[in-house]
């Protein structure tokens, strides 16, 4: 089915340990973004893309790196997981307008 | 001061009746905005989006912006249990996107 998928959907890991959050989108789309979401702040802008080699940082980038090779995927690496980093994570797209759309999320635990 | 700010609620209002969710932004130069619906435990879909002063219609959602106070609300008539879930307002700036805190509106049967 066409639209944007995110695996794991759950994942636990431990302090200090790497994890990649993958994000996969069928439309196409130009731009990708990564929010997190945690009680009490809502939604917060990690990193974006606007195209395939071409990502920028957000408003919370500190301990995530992004790569974006194929325009259709656009993974997020916590490069040594805290624990300040358990949240939900949502991966969007857009094509051209500001219309976003988002996957089904990841709940990451770091323990 | 936060880029957008939503009062988080809870609001409850009774089947059939109005509810009305506000959101306020600090870019003047902000030129469009959305509301995004999510509900617990699922991702944020959009439900409705405004770019000039004035109102919006689809359905029972009304958009309704005010670029001079800088506030953007939501209107639902006609509530129904199903709209029982959190708001979300959302202001891009540039690339970049900012989203209120969001409201929690419970619709009672």
């Known amino acids: 089915d066409a639209g944007i998928t995110q695996s794991p959907r759950y994942k636990i890991t431990e302090t200090g340990r790497q994890v990649t959050l993958m994000c996969h989108q069928t439309?196409?789309?130009?731009?990708m973004f990564w929010y997190r979401q945690d009680l009490g702040h809502g939604l917060r802008l990690i990193y974006y893309?606007?195209?395939?080699?071409?990502?920028d940082k957000g408003e919370v980038p500190d301990g995530y790196v992004v790569s974006r090779s194929k325009t259709e995927n656009f993974p997020l690496t916590l490069e040594s997981a805290t624990r300040s980093q358990t949240s939900v994570y949502f991966c969007a797209s857009i094509l051209s307008s500001y219309e976003q759309y988002f996957g089904p999320g990841t709940r990451l635990t770091v323990t | 001061q936060k880029e957008v700010e939503q009062n988080s609620g809870p609001l409850s209002v009774p089947e059939g009746a109005i509810a009305s969710l506000n959101c306020t932004y600090s870019d003047r130069g902000s030129q469009s905005f959305f509301w995004y619906r999510q509900y617990s435990g699922k991702s944020p879909e959009l439900i409705m989006f405004?770019?000039?002063?004035g109102d919006k219609e689809d359905g029972r959602f009304t958009a309704q912006l005010n670029k001079a106070s800088q506030y953007v609300s939501l209107l639902i008539r006609d509530s129904q249990p199903s709209d029982s879930a959190t708001y979300l307002c959302?202001?891009?700036?540039?690339?970049?996107?900012?989203f209120g805190t969001g409201t929690s509106l419970t619709v009672i049967p």
């Open positions: 405004i770019y000039s002063n």
């Open positions: 893309s606007a195209a395939a080699d071409i990502t």
């Open positions: 959302a202001v891009p700036t540039g690339n970049q996107f900012y």
């Open positions: 439309w196409s789309h130009s731009y």
